[in-house]
């Protein structure tokens, strides 16, 4: 869904923030109380659900660890299925000697394209079974063995699964981000009354005030002022 963000910084920093500003407000819920009875102590009840639920959600750099791993299985498994492939080649040219319009139905004329990728490795061994399944009496008579065919099978879907793994932690991954962003969203929406109401609670204390001010990191850049004006009225 990529929902966009409403607050001007990672989601890191905002979490950060967010857990500061809700210690700062509980601190000072009286004064926020007797502004308004708008304020009760179940408004800031509310953002600590939230942020508990954000917290939840597990970080992006969990999904990028786990994403690395998955791209490392599949760049293992697609040597590991190189190097069988090689060896199959000696009894390919040797069933078949000098046969080279054989040889390129095996894959010899696409097998260093094979190598640049898990999905082109796939697509090879998916070629490659198929037709050594076309020549399987040949092969079976003279070099290969039902393990043979058992194998390379088994380097098939072993890198299909490989490949489906990384490609669930990639769907996990944005899932994940879109949930937290939705949950944090929320909890911006309500953080903005309170600094809206900072803004005339603490007018005459600035030093009070500065730390009722959204963060901004340089993955953002509007200004604290220009987003409270964009919020909605206290109900």
């Known amino acids: 869904?990529?929902?966009?963000?409403?607050?001007?910084?990672?989601?890191?920093?905002?979490?950060?923030?967010?857990?500061?500003?809700?210690?700062?407000?509980?601190?000072?819920?009286?004064?926020?109380t007797d502004f308004s009875v708008f304020f009760t102590s179940e408004r800031i009840q509310e953002i600590e659900v939230l942020y508990a639920e954000a917290n939840t959600i597990p970080s992006?750099?969990?999904?990028?660890?786990?994403?690395?791993?998955?791209?490392?299985?599949?760049?293992?498994?697609?040597?590991?299925?190189?190097?069988?492939?090689?060896?199959?080649?000696?009894?390919?040219?040797?069933?078949?000697?000098?046969?080279?319009?054989?040889?390129?139905?095996f894959g010899f004329n696409d097998y260093e394209a094979a190598r640049k990728s898990g999905r082109a490795m796939f697509m090879f061994y998916s070629d490659f079974i198929l037709i050594a399944n076309l020549h399987k009496q040949a092969m079976t008579e003279s070099a290969w063995t039902e393990e043979t065919y058992t194998k390379i099978a088994e380097l098939?879907?072993?890198?299909?699964m490989n490949m489906d793994q990384q490609t669930k932690c990639r769907v996990d991954r944005g899932r994940a981000t879109d949930d937290r962003v939705v949950c944090l969203n929320k909890i911006y929406e309500k953080l903005a009354k309170y600094?809206?109401?900072?803004?005339?609670?603490?007018?005459?204390?600035?030093?009070?005030?500065?730390?009722?001010?959204?963060?901004?990191?340089?993955?953002?850049?509007?200004?604290?002022?220009?987003?409270?004006?964009?919020?909605?009225?206290?109900?």
């Open 156 to 160: 098939k879907d072993k890198l299909k």
């Open 60 to 105: 992006d750099k969990v999904f990028i660890d786990i994403q690395a791993q998955a791209t490392e299985n599949i760049n293992t498994c697609v040597e590991e299925c190189a190097r069988f492939y090689q060896s199959c080649k000696f009894d390919i040219e040797t069933v078949f000697p000098n046969k080279k319009h054989i040889w390129n139905q």
């Open 195 to 235: 600094m809206k109401a900072a803004k005339i609670i603490y007018a005459d204390n600035q030093e009070m005030l500065r730390w009722f001010k959204f963060p901004v990191t340089s993955k953002g850049s509007k200004e604290e002022s220009t987003e409270l004006e964009t919020q909605e009225d206290m109900a």
């Open 1 to 32: 869904m990529n929902h966009s963000r409403l607050y001007s910084c990672s989601d890191a920093v905002f979490m950060s923030w967010v857990s500061q500003s809700v210690n700062l407000i509980k601190e000072e819920q009286s004064r926020f």
